[in-house]
């Protein structure tokens, strides 16, 4: 008796696999969850689950999903943090005469960059130098190198506190 084959399979067999990996590349991408992506596919969410689970390709058009959209965030973030122009374009309907007349009107709009995105880009991408608690942590590692401190669990606080040793 034949084996039962999985989507995955039945896929490959039918050639459309290449297709579905790359839908749930985008739409991951575009942060789709699980349950939409399974319902693109025409699978239930618990097999989406087995599939990822069960085949490399399958768990790296994920991972290769996730990696755009990361990509694609930062891209924008850059944008925001450069400053960047955009073109708006509005379509005005106007009556003349009892005749409609179509009239475009472009727009360019001028976005400064914003400092904000600026430092968030130089810390994620350059480190703790360009952090706004540099000197602060430097110190905490410093301490913790040293173990100059003791932190101990104060239960009227609630939380940890440095000891008096």
Do not use: C
Not at 35 to 48: D, M, Q, R
Not at 59 to 72: Q, V, Y
Not at 106 to 132: E, H
């Amino acid at each position: 008796m034949a084996r039962v084959l999985d989507s995955f399979e039945r896929w490959e067999n039918q050639g459309t696999l290449k297709e579905k990996l790359r839908t749930i590349e985008d739409l991951v991408s575009k942060n789709v969850i699980q349950e939409k992506i399974a319902t693109v596919l025409g699978i239930s969410e618990k097999t989406l689950q087995k599939l990822k689970n069960k085949h490399v390709e399958f768990a790296r058009a994920f991972a290769k999903g996730e990696l755009d959209m990361k990509d694609n965030l930062i891209g924008a973030i850059y944008k925001k943090a450069m400053g960047f122009e955009h073109e708006e374009i509005q379509t005005l309907i106007e009556d003349q005469n009892g005749r409609s007349k179509k009239k475009i009107v472009k727009t360019k709009k001028y976005y400064p960059p914003d400092l904000n995105s600026a430092k968030y880009l130089l810390v994620v991408r350059f480190g703790r130098s360009f952090n706004d608690r540099k000197d602060e942590l430097d110190l905490m590692e410093r301490r913790l190198d040293e173990k100059q401190d003791e932190w101990v669990l104060d239960p009227e606080v609630g939380r940890e506190v440095e000891s008096d040793d």
